[in-house]
Each structure stands twice: as C-alpha cells, then as structure tokens.
C-alpha cells in the first residue's frame, strides 16, 4: 500500500513537473532565447533552454506575470550583480549582452 501512495504521489509530482515546464516550449517570444548563444550558455542550465526554469534544484521560470511585472532595471541588476542563488554575471558579460537578454526577457513574456 505505501508503494502504490509513493508510485500516486510521484506521478503526480512528475505529471506537475511536465506540465510546469512545457508551456514556454511553444511560445513564439523565447525563440529570442533560444536562438540567443550568450543565453544559451550563461543561463539556460538554471533556467531551461526555453526560459521555463527548472523545478528541482534550478532557477525559475522566466516566463510569468511576476518577471513580466519587473521592471527592465530590476532584471538587469540582479543579472550584473546576482540575486539570491543566481551569480553574478556582470564581469562575465558586456553591457549589450545583459541588456538583449533582458529585452528578449521582456518580449518574452508580452502575448
């Protein structure tokens, strides 16, 4: 009986885990992301290769009413300077890199 719960309560956990990462998949706005190589290298192992975040151990999404509500200023600070667990990023990337990838950010997330 405990194994069946465990089998219940994991598919469940990787049912969320799919749904929770699949919706940027087919959002026309990352494929700025995607095709970006500065993104692709400097941020995509925290937060996905579509800006949809990882769930265990990573970053979060990129994509949603709480990036698309901060500010372009605020994004940037925390790419130069880091933020939380995130690194710092501001003495590995010019000024023109970290601001495309955050107006592709901000496209990113207008649908």
């Given at each position: 009986?405990?194994?069946?719960?465990?089998?219940?309560?994991?598919?469940?956990?990787l049912?969320?885990?799919?749904?929770?990462?699949?919706?940027?998949r087919?959002?026309?706005?990352?494929?700025?992301?995607?095709?970006?190589?500065?993104?692709?290298?400097?941020?995509?192992?925290?937060?996905g290769?579509?800006?949809?975040?990882?769930?265990?151990?990573?970053a979060?999404?990129?994509?949603?009413?709480?990036?698309?509500?901060?500010?372009?200023?605020?994004?940037?600070?925390?790419?130069?300077?880091?933020?939380?667990?995130?690194?710092?990023?501001?003495?590995?990337?010019?000024?023109?890199?970290?601001?495309?990838?955050?107006?592709?950010?901000?496209?990113?997330?207008?649908?």
């Amino acid at each position: 009986m405990k194994t069946l719960a465990a089998l219940a309560l994991t598919g469940g956990l990787l049912s969320t885990t799919a749904s929770a990462g699949s919706g940027n998949r087919n959002n026309p706005n990352t494929e700025f992301l995607k095709a970006n190589p500065i993104y692709q290298k400097s941020c995509s192992k925290c937060h996905g290769k579509n800006a949809e975040g990882r769930l265990f151990g990573g970053a979060p999404s990129l994509i949603s009413e709480k990036i698309a509500a901060v500010p372009a200023d605020e994004l940037r600070g925390a790419i130069v300077n880091g933020k939380g667990r995130m690194p710092k990023f501001g003495k590995k990337l010019s000024a023109t890199d970290i601001d495309a990838i955050v107006e592709q950010i901000k496209k990113a997330n207008t649908q």
